[in-house]
Every structure is written in C-alpha cells, then in structure tokens.
C-alpha cells in the first residue's frame, strides 16, 4: 500500500485540492456560516480520496450515496446499511477489474501493479484497500 502513497502522488492533487477547497468556501462565504463538517470537511475529502482512488466522475454521486448509507446513516436508515456497503464492495471490485484492463494514474490502478508485482496482492485485498481508503474512518460523523 505504501508504494501507493508517494510524494509525487500526493503533490500531483494538490492543484485539485485547492480548486475544491476554493470552490467549497466560495458556496458558504457569503452567507458568513456554515456547517463545516457537511459543507467542507467530509465534500473536501470525498473528493480527494476519489480522485486518488480513480473513481469515475460519472459514478462519484452514486459512490458517495454509498458511502454516506454505510459510514453515517441517520437512524431511519439503519436498515440499508448492509446493502451500502454491498454495493460499495460490488463497485470497487469492479473498478479493480477495470483497472487491471485500463490503469490509469490512480491508487486503484497502483494497487493493481503491486499485485502483478512481488507483493501480489489479490483482486479482494486490491479492493479492501480501496474500501479502507473510501470510506474515511477518521472523519467526524453527524451527530443525527
């Protein structure tokens, strides 16, 4: 996973970042408020890890559905926690797939080399360490 998480990696996203950082704060502003972990903290690191992971533009509402199900349901939505992260296994081992036929300049597609290296890893721990990383275990939850 190390041979992932680079310098030059991590210095390659920080134009992105600072363009969403940039893009967030202009959408509270003006109103002079905010709420920070649902309007900057957990958008901001969504899309970071997004990004690094190489989740498809198209598919990162869906993902995020998922992901907001199966890490901080409020509790109305207990109930479809298992499938959250059914679908969030689903669709990680299916970008694993994609990208063992189509790398691309992703974790994903790291993860994938370092299997078809000496560490090899399988398609299910390939995906394992991308759900880690997705599902930011660290981040503040809603309090609801």
Do not use: N
Request: glycine share 6%; charged share 30%; with cysteine.
């Amino acid at each position: 996973m190390g041979k992932a998480f680079t310098t030059r990696r991590v210095e390659s996203v920080r134009p992105a970042i600072q363009a969403r950082v940039d893009t967030l704060v202009d959408g509270f502003a003006a109103r002079g408020e905010a709420d920070l972990i649902e309007e900057f903290a957990f958008p901001l690191t969504c899309s970071v890890i997004m990004d690094l992971v190489g989740i498809p533009a198209s598919r990162r509402q869906e993902f995020d559905g998922w992901v907001r199900g199966a890490v901080e349901p409020r509790p109305h939505e207990y109930a479809g926690v298992p499938q959250a992260w059914e679908s969030i296994w689903a669709f990680l081992a299916d970008l694993v797939t994609d990208k063992e036929h189509d790398p691309g300049d992703d974790l994903t597609s790291e993860l994938v080399a370092v299997r078809d290296g000496t560490d090899r890893l399988s398609p299910e721990e390939s995906s394992a360490e991308c759900s880690a990383s997705c599902c930011w275990p660290d981040t503040p939850r809603r309090s609801t």
